[in-house]
């Protein structure tokens, strides 16, 4: 059965930081590419980061040099490090799931497992 799980999520002050996990039962795990995505009020949901199944990796714009996506193999887990967080990474995000061998291209639409996501509030 295919369950992505979220946790890690919680209030932070700005400039602080917070560690995301997906524990993914998945398999094989390492045949999918995994993504992060957050979505808040208002707005359309984006992909933050990305991880392939070679281990390469792609970030949104604004997160770059701020959060890490990793993956550990043995585990079947997804980790997202976010640090020197803002105010507008605030929003509800979601792991991802898909059974491509590149992550390149991939859009939300193009996930067809997901999480049920875990809330990141970032105050100023």
């Known amino acids: 059965q295919v369950q992505l799980v979220e946790s890690g999520g919680g209030s932070v002050q700005a400039g602080g930081s917070l560690r995301l996990s997906c524990a993914a039962s998945?398999?094989?795990?390492?045949?999918?590419?995994m993504g992060w995505f957050r979505q808040a009020p208002g707005k359309e949901r984006e992909g933050v980061a990305y991880?392939?199944?070679?281990?390469?990796?792609r970030y949104l714009d604004s997160v770059k040099g701020r959060f890490t996506i990793s993956k550990d193999n043995a585990k079947n887990i997804l980790y997202l490090q976010m640090n020197s967080l803002k105010p507008e990474d605030t929003a509800m995000y979601y792991c991802?799931?898909?059974?491509?061998?590149?992550?390149?291209?991939?859009?939300?639409?193009?996930?067809?497992?997901w999480g049920q996501g875990t809330q990141v509030t970032v105050s100023s």
């Open positions: 998945i398999y094989p795990f390492t045949a999918y590419c």
């Open positions: 991880i392939a199944t070679d281990g390469s990796t």
């Open positions: 991802a799931a898909a059974r491509h061998i590149y992550c390149h291209g991939l859009v939300y639409s193009d996930f067809p497992y």
